[in-house]
């Protein structure tokens, strides 16, 4: 069965960091961008950030310098690291993957197939 689970949010301070990891199974993830995103109460789904198979990964301006995204593909796993966290990074963060084989990283959320069932990130001030 398909499956995408996140592990690793929590409740913090600003300022800390956190590492989310994402687990696939079922299909690989060699040849598929991957991507973050993020949902806050009341708020719809946003892009935080992909990366493809090969090239640039794409970031949301709002976490440029402090998110990084990288995948390994032998273990079916992608990474969310977040360092200097804010109160307005407070979501849940869902893991997502695009079945298309696009080559570029898209921020809208209806071209993603995969999703996990997220998990939460609370930074308190």
């Known amino acids: 069965q398909v499956q995408l689970v996140e592990s690793g949010g929590g409740l913090v301070q600003a300022g800390d960091s956190l590492r989310l990891s994402c687990v696939a199974s079922?299909?690989?993830?060699?040849?598929?961008?991957m991507a973050w995103f993020r949902q806050a109460p009341g708020k719809e789904r946003e892009f935080v950030a992909g990366?493809?198979?090969?090239?640039?990964?794409v970031y949301a301006d709002s976490v440029k310098g402090r998110f990084t995204i990288s995948r390994d593909n032998a273990k079916a796993t992608v990474n969310l690291q977040m360092n200097s966290l804010k109160p307005e990074d407070t979501a849940v963060y869902y893991c997502?993957?695009?079945?298309?084989?696009?080559?570029?990283?898209?921020?809208?959320?209806?071209?993603?197939?995969?999703w996990g069932q997220g998990t939460q990130v609370t930074v308190s001030s």
């Open positions: 990366i493809p198979w090969s090239g640039d990964s």
């Open positions: 079922g299909f690989s993830i060699s040849n598929l961008a």
């Open positions: 997502a993957a695009d079945v298309e084989y696009r080559t570029r990283i898209t921020d809208f959320p209806l071209q993603y197939n995969y």
